[in-house]
């Protein structure tokens, strides 16, 4: 590997670096920074130029539709048409790491490449304050994928985003680890019935708590999500899932403290929410050239743990 340039790394608690960060986004450039969930690779959503920088810095295919990210509801509701299950999911759920497809607003700024050529648009309001006094600064929806390499494990630390994608963003704003470590659930709330497309920290039974019984989109649907790829979020070894014994050559990492001497892991008390956050710099770490596979523990699926499965399960899909 050939070691990328430095890109300078400003913390995002420093109000100058977040007006540097500002002030780079609007002029078109892209810019690295923390949320709750995951690192996001920004750049003016209204900007088709900057967004077109999104796609080339991640090797990303052009047909992924991705989230712009706002300071407020309100903010939100002037881009996308509100519905009623949309205000009452933002009622309890925004700021946080959920995101909403809704329909366009008549005049919505945001580039049609940002979105995908879809009438739809993908909104978030994250959950973590410096990001959104970064938002309400730029003055301009910011979209943001995970700022990572297309198909590759989420970013979850701001070394993590120099190793994606060094030399390739005009700055990393640095917020220390993200305290959810997934990214966002994505609702589909554009038609007659609201669909699950990507599984998250807020979970189905949360949003089914307000919404009542909700559609799962399947994989093959017409619109669907890049979570929803076979291969996604993938280490470079092998994931063998489910894994109940350490095999020669291999890496384990455990959940509930399972096997003796596991090189990682997820929570020995078995806590969904220290797992989640933990689940891709553990994948990071143990990624580790000449393994013979990282095998991981059985998560249990309730809650959470039907968005760590999700993104196990893609690690472990067989790759293009
Ligand atoms: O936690 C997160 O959501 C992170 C942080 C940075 O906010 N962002 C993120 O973005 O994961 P990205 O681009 O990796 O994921 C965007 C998701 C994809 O599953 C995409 O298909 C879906 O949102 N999406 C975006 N716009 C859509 C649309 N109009 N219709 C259907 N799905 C859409
Ligand atoms: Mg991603």
């Known amino acids: 590997m050939t070691t990328p340039p430095p890109t300078p790394t400003r913390p995002v608690d420093d109000p100058d670096a977040r007006a540097e960060a500002a002030g780079l986004l609007r002029s078109g450039a892209l810019v690295a920074f923390p949320t709750e969930t ?6 003016d959503a209204t900007d088709e130029d900057a967004v077109a920088g999104i796609f080339a810095a991640k090797d990303r295919p052009r047909f992924n539709p ?11 509701f002037a ?32 580039a049609w490449l940002t979105s995908a050529g879809l009438e739809t648009v993908a909104l978030r309001v994250p959950g973590s304050a410096a990001a959104r006094s970064l938002l309400a600064e730029v003055g301009r929806p910011v979209a ?31 917020g220390g680890p993200c ?44 619109i669907t999500a890049p979570g929803m790829l076979a291969s996604h979020y993938a280490p470079k ?43 891709f710099a553990a994948l990071r770490a143990l ?3 000449g393994i013979a596979a990282i095998a991981v523990a059985r998560v249990p699926v309730g809650g959470l743990g039907a968005a760590i499965n999700d993104r196990l399960r893609r690690a472990a899909a067989p790759r293009i």
């Open 66 to 76: 991705l989230i712009s990210h706002v300071p407020t509801a309100d903010a939100a």
């Open 237 to 279: 070894a092998p994931v063998r899932l489910n894994a109940t014994d350490r095999r020669p050559g291999e890496a384990f990492l455990d959940f509930g403290a399972t096997v003796a001497g596991a090189d990682a892991d997820l929570s020995p008390s078995g806590d969904l929410l220290a797992a989640a956050a933990k689940l």
């Open 144 to 174: 943001a994928p995970s700022a990572n390499r297309s198909g590759r494990v989420s970013p979850t630390t701001a070394a993590h985003v120099a190793e994606e994608l060094g030399g390739r963003v005009a700055l990393i704003l640095d």
């Open 179 to 222: 305290p959810v470590g997934l990214e966002s659930t994505v609702v589909d709330l554009s038609g007659d019935r609201p669909r699950l497309l990507r599984p998250g920290a807020v979970t189905r039974e949360q949003i089914e708590a307000l919404l009542g019984p909700i559609d799962l989109a399947v994989e093959g649907d017409a």
């Open 38 to 43: 995951v690192y996001g690779l920004g750049a």
């Open 79 to 110: 881009l996308g048409q509100a519905t009623e299950a949309a205000k009452r999911l933002a009622a309890t759920h925004w700021p946080g790491p959920l995101t909403m497809v809704l329909q366009r607003r008549p005049g919505c700024p945001i």
């Open 287 to 289: 990624d580790r050239p």
